[in-house]
């Protein structure tokens, strides 16, 4: 009987344990600076949701609902995989979609499963008849008090295999034709940093990399897509040159079904005038 009772809290502490791992979402905070950015920008917050792959948080999405609410946006990005190619339910995120539209502009670019699932124009469709903006290499203006910044994505890599991938991302980002005015780009995906820097831009929003799906406490993830093993952008932001880049943990899963110490996210930028 013991060995019984021993064995059930061992269970229940498993699936506490799991559950809360990928269902207790964390907002994370960060504020970013730039001399660049317009002052009109000041104070502007701007929340980023990724990589959800058809993940339910509460009935209705009503949990992650409130988390985007809580964050006070007056910009919603989402960077890319609403929808998981292996488990297409459109229905899961335009569920989430409706409220946010209602909170402020909402902001989307292609993720890989977007593309993979080759469903991109039904899609683009739904998300465009709920008012979102849809950005495949292009860029819109966001104007505030007489100042603007452009906010510029661009399409997957998955594409075009034809081309590398560094390569596909310049051809994207000469294609959305970028002004000299600040810009906030909405890129899938954080493995191309460096070409962001190369054509110095100014701030990138990036997901993808699901904190690397596995957390090993102290060292970091554990593999991460287009990295590989033990891979170095996970999350958090990541500087170099004039370019900064926020990079999310995400939301749901793909592949691998759980996530290890490695708490869905949703991520919140203050943005700030040097």
Known sequence: MKKLIILLLLIAFVWSFIWVNNNWIQTTEYTLSSAELPAAFDGKRVVQVSDLHNANFGKGQSSLIEKVEAADPDAIFL????????????????????????????????????????????????????????????KVQWEEGGETVQIAGI??????????????????????????????????????????????????????????????????GLIAPGQGWFPTMTEGIFRKEATQLVLSRGLGNSGFPVRVFNLPEVVAVTLEKE
Do not use: C, W
């Open 155 to 220: 399409n997957d890599p998955l594409f075009n295999v034809d081309l590398t991938e560094e390569d596909f991302t310049r051809d994207a980002l000469a294609e959305t034709a970028l002004t000299d005015d600040f810009t906030l780009l909405l890129a899938h995906r954080p493995e191309m940093f460096s070409i962001y820097v190369e054509q110095g831009i100014d701030l990138v929003f990036a997901g993808h990399a699901h904190g690397g799906q596995v957390r090993i406490p102290g060292l970091g």
């Open 79 to 138: 960077t890319g995989d609403l929808i998981d190619s292996n488990r297409y339910d459109l229905e899961t995120s335009l569920t989430l979609v409706d409220a946010l539209v209602e909170m402020s502009e909402v902001y989307f670019v292609l993720g890989n499963h977007e593309v993979a699932v080759n469903k991109i124009d039904e899609i683009t469709a739904a998300l465009e008849e709920r008012g979102v903006t849809v950005l495949m290499n292009d």
